[in-house]
């Protein structure tokens, strides 16, 4: 058997193969290694009873995730599944590339994560390189969840919502400064706290003071990630994430003022990163 993993910071996907390439989706807590250790990973799969089912026929595991940028943190999730997928070959990399896996239709394209994170590269159909690092939620993740979720939060705190979206939010979430303030800075994954008020900005998406946000805040994803590469307007930009997806028709302004070229938007890249590693790793192996 094998599994392969698309993990965000919010939410991972569990696709179990068998030996007949018949599949079975198993969701769980999105896994970060800046956030969480080895034995959280480790103990939160124990009470996924479904997978547990499983663990010992598990014979190779194909992990992609956010925050598994470096040998360091890859090892912390590595760890964490070994302990639980005792007799599995672990394999783990960076969500970037199932994001370039995902979204691969046999040419060169640039490859874009916004979901509760952001994160570009550049993808020729052998090698994913990148030109800009990704900084995180507080010095980076442009028009991502943690950036949208920061300005919805510093807005109601200034009283600069309009007044029907204020008295909306007050009655959806009944918080005040002091919570947020504490949740922001004192919890653990805050950045996951912070983008999960993106659905109360999807809710409010028609009202012109969340167009503009969301508009600005992706043409500066684009700025940043995309017009980095010198030929961002000669091949395709594909995205996947909820952000993407949701807010296209504003992702489409955004890139048509920079002279960008939308390809593929993949709210959830687990099928085609499943259908990448059928054609061109599974086979090979």
Known sequence: MVL?????????DWVLLSSENKQVIYSSMGFNPYFHSSSVIENELRRHAELMTHAEKIQQIYFYGAGCSSSEMND???????????NAHI?????LIACAYATYSGNPSICCIIGTGSNSCYFD?????EVVPALGYILGDEGSGTYFGKKLL??????????????????????DKNEIVNKVYRNDNANVYIASFMPFIAKHKEEVFFQKMIEDGLRHFIEVHVCCYPNYKDVEINFVGSIASVF???L?????SLGARIGRVVQ???EGLVSYHLDYVLGKE
Not at 4 to 12: C, H, P, Q
Not at 165 to 172: A, L, P
């Open 4 to 12: 392969i993993v698309e993990s965000g910071s919010t939410k991972s």
């Open 76 to 86: 912390i999730v590595k760890l964490g599944l070994t302990n639980v997928f005792t």
């Open 91 to 95: 394999h783990i990399d960076h969500d």
């Open 125 to 129: 159909g052998k090698t994913v390189s």
């Open 154 to 175: 510093s807005a109601f705190l200034y009283h600069q919502l309009p007044k029907h979206v204020e008295e909306d939010f007050v009655k959806e979430y009944a918080i």
């Open 248 to 250: 296209r028709n504003a």
């Open 252 to 256: 489409d302004r955004a890139a048509n």
């Open 268 to 270: 959830k890249p687990v």
